[in-house]
Nanobody, 125 residues
Framework: QLLESGGGLVQAGGSLRLSCTAS????????IGWFRQAPGKGHEAISY????????YYADSVKGRFTISSDNAKNTVYLQMNNLKPEDTAVYHC????????????????????WGQGTQVTVSS
């Protein structure tokens, strides 16, 4: 099971930190992806971490603004989001799969077996 938290309303240029806490999974061997879905659009992959070795990937749209990290002691992955823009407004989901994903595979939702319910992020201009 995955549970996201940390969403909210923030002004453009502000920051939020999202959390994704996993239970019932071998946390030290998980591929965790963060996706977002804006109204009327499909899932957009934005970041990935493999908890065993902290390999990370980012979408170009968030590179340099978002940072993904993992605290294995807390079974939690974080997404620090800085310099937020109105176009970052979406429901943010974390997803997990056992074992690592290749850099060519991590952006695809079908690669993940477990999904959280999502947390809303709204950025006002």
């Amino acid at each position: 099971q995955l549970l996201e938290s940390g969403g909210g309303l923030v002004q453009a240029g502000g920051s939020l930190r999202l959390s994704c806490t996993a239970s019932g999974l071998a946390f030290d061997d998980l591929a965790i992806g963060w996706f977002r879905q804006a109204p009327g659009k499909g899932h957009e992959a934005i970041s990935y971490i493999y908890t065993a070795d902290e390999t990370t990937y980012y979408a170009d749209s968030v590179k340099g603004r978002f940072t993904i990290s993992s605290d294995n002691a807390k079974n939690t992955v974080y997404l620090q989001m800085n310099n937020l823009k109105p176009e970052d407004t979406a429901v943010y989901h974390c997803a997990a799969d056992l074992g690592p994903l290749e850099d060519s595979d991590w952006p695809f939702p079908d690669e993940y077996d477990y999904w959280g319910q999502g947390t809303q992020v709204t950025v006002s201009s």
